[in-house]
């Protein structure tokens, strides 16, 4: 969405210009229709909206699940920005979204009276490859290997999410009193912001062993029930790992396509950028995860924590229902990159086009 100012290159050359969107046709749509949006808010902000964005095919956008560039004062340069690219995304030749049909059968939709540029599902791409062997993954991958089937809960922010130290020993009472088994990729807190590890990588370099930030004696209560690993995991085969019951996750869309390829249902922490409205869609539209509940003052508690885990991980109709609806997206997924799958026929389409401008020429 930051590349548009490659069309005066595409231009000059006398190609095409095509925008790769790596977030949900959700944000997309969100995206390309904010011009129309932001004429008809008037004098209001966005965030003091009441009623919900309704988009084609999508569920509705409430203001406090909006991306944080939507939340700032539409007189502020960050708007700006933003409603800058919207309008010259709109000029691009094509756009190649990274979703399926199955997942998001809107993909394209736009109200009436709205011309939306051609827009191409040619996912879900992921990482499948497993990682070279370190023995940190060893380690991760071994522990796994001793655990039942669908018992472990796997907890993660992605690269980029980081939480209070409130929040993070909170967290890990959470997990100790839903009494199920763990695996947690933590990173050291951020009092400032939930998007810490971006910009903190310095205190992420070598693992604390100490990690003063969880509370005294969790990591001696809970040795051999659970494992912390401070430092980078290997999320693809940890999800594709038989022992993975359920993912804690942020929502970040490379995460929330991991885990339906890999059938795991979602338990949705969000935490910046789109990842609200993705844990909407996962809850709402596709029904594979279910969103924890946030307190006063935007505080998980402990006792929350454990509950979601256990509606999960725990024998159920509710488990059940999240398993079934995962099971189905999985295999959706699965065919729309097939031979003969949407994905795979839209990419053909946007190549066999590519071929006929160069054949011109």
């Known amino acids: 969405m930051i590349g548009t100012p490659a069309r005066v290159v595409a231009d000059k050359l006398g190609v095409p210009f095509y925008m790769f969107f790596t977030s949900p046709w959700m944000l997309l749509s969100l995206f ?6 932001d004429a008809a808010r008037g004098q209001g902000e966005h965030r003091d909206a009441t009623a919900p964005i309704l988009l084609p095919g999508c569920v509705p956008i409430h203001a406090h699940d909006l991306p944080s560039s939507m939340l700032a004062d539409r007189s502020s340069e960050t708007y700006a920005g933003l409603l800058a690219m919207a309008m010259d995304a709109a000029t691009a030749d094509g756009i190649l979204v990274n979703t399926f049909r199955e997942g998001e059968r809107a993909v394209g939709a736009a109200p009436e009276g709205v011309k939306l540029p051609p827009v191409h599902a040619v996912g879900p791409l992921v990482w499948t490859r497993r990682p070279v062997s370190d023995d940190r993954e060893h380690r991760c991958l071994s522990w796994l290997d001793q655990q039942p089937r669908r018992s472990v809960v796997y907890v993660s922010f992605g690269s980029g ?4 130290w409130q929040q993070t020993a909170e967290l890990a009472l959470g997990l100790e009193q839903s009494q199920h088994r763990f695996i947690w990729a933590i990173k050291r807190p951020d009092q400032d912001t939930p998007s810490g590890a971006f910009f903190g990588t310095a205190h992420q370099a070598k693992e604390d ?7 005294n004696g969790f990591i001696e209560r809970t040795r051999g029930v659970g494992l912390v690993v401070q430092s980078w995991v290997p999320q693809t085969a ?3 790992h038989m022992s993975i019951g359920c993912f804690v996750t942020h929502c970040g869309w490379n995460s929330t396509l991991e ?3 890999n059938e795991v249902p979602m338990i949705a922490w969000p935490l910046y950028a789109e990842q609200k409205m993705n844990a909407a869609m996962m809850e709402v539209q596709t029904k594979v995860a279910i969103r924890i509940n946030v307190g006063s003052k935007r ?7 454990a509950r979601a885990i256990k509606r999960v991980m725990e024998e159920g109709e509710e488990a059940e229902r999240l398993r079934q609806c995962i099971g189905e997206l999985k295999d959706k997924s699965v065919l729309a990159l097939s031979k003969d799958g949407c994905s795979t026929s839209a990419l053909a389409q946007v190549v066999h086009s590519w071929k006929c401008t160069v054949g011109k020429k």
């Open 32 to 37: 390309l229709h904010l011009p129309a949006i």
């Open 161 to 164: 999410g980081t939480l209070t």
């Open 209 to 215: 062993t100490t990690m003063e930030f969880l509370p």
């Open 238 to 240: 940890i999800l594709g």
């Open 259 to 261: 885990s339906v390829s």
């Open 299 to 305: 505080f998980i508690t402990k006792k929350e924590i």
